[in-house]
């Protein structure tokens, strides 16, 4: 039983994890209808940012919850900055082009940050060095539950309120619920499309490196091709719970971490990468609009 | 009633919580030259998609000579002769003008892959066929010496034709013509009031269309239906529906135009 | 029939100046050259003419390759040549097939998705038919499949010709037929429906074209050059592992048939040739620094052709339009 809760623990840490990212996802998707092939590896360059500005000051020696917060925001500054650029440069000028040309871009910059990385960050994987003294808070059920844990919870339960707040109650939140719902008459009304839509890509990716951060705390080994297994499963998960639907990413990220531990815990583990795979398939050929989801029905 | 083509029976669709088509019923006779008429957002379009398989209705039946095409779908309906053009022109924009004809003309002619890949006689011979078929459809309109231009490139109204011909080339029994004389000044939609005349004739058709330009529908259409937030509101000649308080009062504002 | 043997036998007969001309090392590049070409010129049925983003082609290729792997290892082909290279071509030939099979398989679910969707699952079925290999024993799983014999060198009395010419004329003949079942495929109804499908969907329903079903069919034929392809890559490599056929060469496939043209013939080959050889080019590069910058030159060539040339090299136009078009300018 104890075992079961150990599962539910990890499922539920790394379900949210998989939410944050899942999050990013479907913003870009709900706002520009496509995928961005590159966003889960500038979820790896904010790793690997972050790794190397807890060496530049010397962290390992000092570990303090204070600078986890520090290095959370070095990260998310990182990744908001790398996504922003993205945009402005590759994606923003194939807006009017077909599809299928801002998708080879994304997997064009998608290679790029993983091959640039394996050559700037080296191929061989980092320890990521722990950002604060571990501690056992308490214990349910025979298992304990770290702090780690609690924190990974806390902070991206805090990530997703912020944004449900800045999408639902804010100015530019409405600015952007408007562009995706009808981008022309969006524009027609004085939304400044480019911004916002700039605007989506900064939360999306800041949400990235917010999972970064917390990955590396959990998984310390990091290393350039990180991004390839996590843009899979939170892909996947935005997809499950329904691609464009905000809270649908978060159920798909709980659903997809949650699963993954328990066939890690009672199948295969060498299952475990096909696992995603497997639910995207059944996915897309029995409810392609996912969970909560809605179905675009194209103007003929 | 032996002469009974089209038989919609109170179709309706629902897209979300709004009822786009409710309770919509037509019937079209053979040889018949009929139109769609409504303000903007009337629903017209819809009636066609669901006419054609693009929309399921959610209740109501249509029936083309007493089959049901409830649940077919669109290249089904196609193949069984109904053919169609759309509000927004979709033309095959980078293929040639003539290569947009022999498409109309594919689900007709079979020649295999074995064939095909031996340049075998059965190809070769269909393959004129085709050509020449096409050739004789584009002289209609006069476009047969633009036969190898990019569809794309033709000027607003001869890509509207172009969408007609494509239409013709399937061999249709029903033809759904949506606003045709979009785009066209008055002698070009005079000119297009003929050609349909003399197409209904030539091709033994039967014609549906939606239109806005009102000279257009009440000079060349024996019967009118008339659609208002997706309820037919009327139905009868030309010269009733000019008169029909329910269509003017829809019209609201632009009944000048009526006459 | 009689431009394809033409061709062929042209191609045959530069085949003999290579075999005798060039070492071993430069003759594996050809070998792969002409994989590629095919491989090129099978996705771009499917990507470039009916316009349907497939990311999953090692997948066939993969199965290709390890049937007829598993075929010539289990039962040898005889040593006389005429029937040692048509053992070889119907080995390469049931490989083809059992891509064609999957090719259906999964086409049919997956045809119906757009875009974006049919990307990310063909990716999927890709990897899932690389983890199915990777954990079978009988393919010989992680470590790979050994001992794939090549075909016999010819030889004449005292006289005879290297390896890579006996496995010159099977690829070099698959080449040739690939190059002319797709061409004239494209130039008939088969192909208009194809782009049809490309241009407009929802048109090409409107006209009675059933789309779902040429798709498949564009689908199906693509896997199965893909196949033939993959069976070639296994008997000029002797070993195939799984990670052969990753995402990774999927994606390299994909730049191909971008970087040449979606809707040309021609531009894959050509691009086909370049990718082929960058490697190569980029060997003094990687031996001054140690690094291998190919995969960057790739995304980055992907990037800046988006942005530039989206129409790669050639677009939906030929060589010989090039050089007539090149012909008409000056005559004027």
């Known amino acids: 039983m104890s075992e079961f809760f150990q599962h539910l623990i990890n499922g539920i840490s790394m379900g949210a994890i998989y939410a944050l990212v899942a999050l990013g996802y479907t913003m870009v998707y709900g706002i520009l209808q496509f995928i961005n092939f590159a966003h889960a590896d500038i979820y790896m360059v904010g ?122 109650h804010s100015k530019l939140g409405k600015a952007m619920r408007a562009v995706s719902q009808n981008s022309t008459v969006a524009a027609m009304l004085g939304i400044h499309i480019d911004r916002v839509i700039s605007f989506t890509f900064i939360v999306g990716s800041a949400l990235a490196g917010i999972a970064a951060i917390l990955v590396g705390m959990r998984y310390p080994k990091i290393e350039p091709m990180m991004g390839m297994l996590m843009g899979t499963k939170a892909f996947v998960a935005a997809v499950l719970g329904g691609i464009g639907s905000l809270p649908g990413a978060v159920l798909g990220g709980m659903i997809m971490g949650l699963s993954e531990e328990m066939v890690v815990g009672y199948l295969e583990s060498t299952y475990r990468d096909a696992l995603s795979f497997g639910i995207l398939i059944i996915i897309l050929i029995f409810k392609p609009t996912g969970l909560l989801g809605s179905r675009k029905v194209e103007k003929v | ?180 004389a979009a785009g066209m000044n008055n002698s070009e939609t005079a000119g297009l009031m003929e050609v349909v005349a003399t197409l209904r004739e030539k091709f033994n058709l039967t014609i549906l269309l939606i239109e806005h330009d009102m000279k257009f529908v009440m000079n060349i259409c024996e019967k009118i239906h008339v659609l208002d937030h997706g309820i037919k509101i009327a139905e009868g000649n030309p010269k009733h529906i000019q008169n029909h308080p329910e269509v003017i009062k829809a019209y609201l504002g632009t009944d000048e135009e009526m006459h | 029939m009689k431009r394809p043997l033409i061709v062929l036998a042209v191609l045959l007969v530069l085949g003999l100046v290579v075999d005798q001309a060039f070492n071993p090392y430069i003759q594996r590049t050809f070998d792969l050259v002409i994989v590629n070409i095919i491989l090129a010129m099978s996705l771009n049925l499917v990507n470039g003419y009916t316009g349907q983003f497939s990311l999953g082609h090692a997948g066939f290729m993969a199965i290709g390759a390890y049937a007829s792997a598993y075929l010539s290892s289990k039962f040898p082909a005889p040593t006389p040549m005429i029937p040692h290279l048509l053992f070889f071509g119907f080995y390469s030939m049931v490989g083809g097939l059992l891509a064609a099979l999957a090719g259906w398989l999964v086409g049919q679910p997956s045809l119906r998705l757009k875009g974006d969707y049919l990307a990310i699952v063909t990716l999927g079925f890709g990897e899932i038919i690389r983890v199915i290999i990777l954990n079978s024993e009988a393919l010989g799983g992680a470590r790979g499949f050994f001992g794939i014999p090549s075909p016999t060198p010819f030889s004449f009395g005292d006289f005879s010709l290297n390896p890579f010419y006996s496995f010159y004329v099977v690829a070099i003949s698959w080449t040739v037929v690939c190059f002319f079942v797709i061409y004239r495929l494209v130039h008939s109804n088969h192909g208009r429906a194809f782009m049809s499908i490309r241009e407009d969907e929802i048109a090409a329903d409107s006209i009675g074209i059933n789309t779902t079903q040429v798709k498949v069919r564009a689908f199906v034929l693509s896997s199965f050059f893909a196949g033939v392809a993959g069976s070639l890559f296994a008997h000029c490599s002797n070993f195939i592992a799984p990670s052969s056929f990753s995402m990774l060469m999927s994606i390299n496939i994909v730049i191909m048939v971008v970087l040449g043209g979606m809707g040309s013939m021609t531009g894959p080959i050509l691009a086909a040739v370049l990718i082929s050889v960058l490697p190569e080019a980029l060997r003094p590069l990687q031996e001054l620094t140690g690094q291998d910058y190919r995969m960057i030159i790739y995304s980055l060539i992907l990037i800046v052709l988006m942005l530039v040339r989206p129409q790669g090299l050639l677009g939906r136009q030929e060589v010989w339009d090039l050089w007539r078009k090149s012909r008409g300018k000056s005559a004027s």
């Open chain 2, 1 to 180: 009633m032996a002469n009974l083509l089209l038989d919609v029976d109170k179709i309706s669709i629902q897209f979300g919580g709004l009822k786009a088509v409710d309770g919509f019923s037509l019937q079209l006779h053979k040889g018949e030259l009929a139109g769609l008429i409504g303000p903007n957002g009337a629903g017209k379009t819809t009636v066609f998609n669901l006419l054609t398989g693009v929309y399921q209705p959610t209740s109501g039946s249509i029936r083309l000579a007493g089959t049901t095409l409830n649940g077919l779908k669109p290249f089904e309906i196609a193949r069984m002769g109904i053919a169609r053009t759309f509000q927004n022109i979709r033309l095959f924009k980078e293929l040639s003008v003539i290569d947009n004809i022999l498409l109309g003309q594919n689900h007709r002619t079979h020649y295999g892959l074995f064939q095909t890949i031996m340049l075998g006689q059965q190809f070769q011979a269909e393959e004129a066929n085709m050509r020449a078929e096409a050739l004789e459809l584009l002289q209609i309109f006069k476009l047969d010496h633009k036969m190898d231009h990019e569809a794309g490139s033709l000027p607003y109204g001869e890509q509207r034709k172009l969408e007609i011909l494509r239409a013709l080339a399937t061999k249709p029994k029903l033809l759904f013509l949506d606003e045709p």
């Open chain 1, 47 to 168: 790793a690997f940012v972050a790794f190397f500005s807890a060496r530049f000051f010397q962290l390992s020696e000092h570990p303090h919850w204070s600078w986890l917060f520090i290095i959370l925001a070095i990260s998310t500054a990182a990744c908001a900055l790398l996504g922003f650029a993205i945009e402005k440069i590759a994606y923003r000028p194939l807006r009017k082009s077909p599809k299928l040309n801002i998708l080879i871009t994304a997997i064009g910059v998608s290679l790029f940050l993983e091959y640039a990385g394996q050559i700037v960050f080296g191929v061989d994987p980092k320890l990521f060095p722990p950002l604060m003294p571990e501690s056992t808070l308490f214990s349910i059920g025979g298992v304990d539950v770290m702090s780690l844990d609690v924190i990974i919870l806390g902070i991206s339960v805090f990530s997703m309120i912020g944004l449900h707040w800045l999408v639902y």
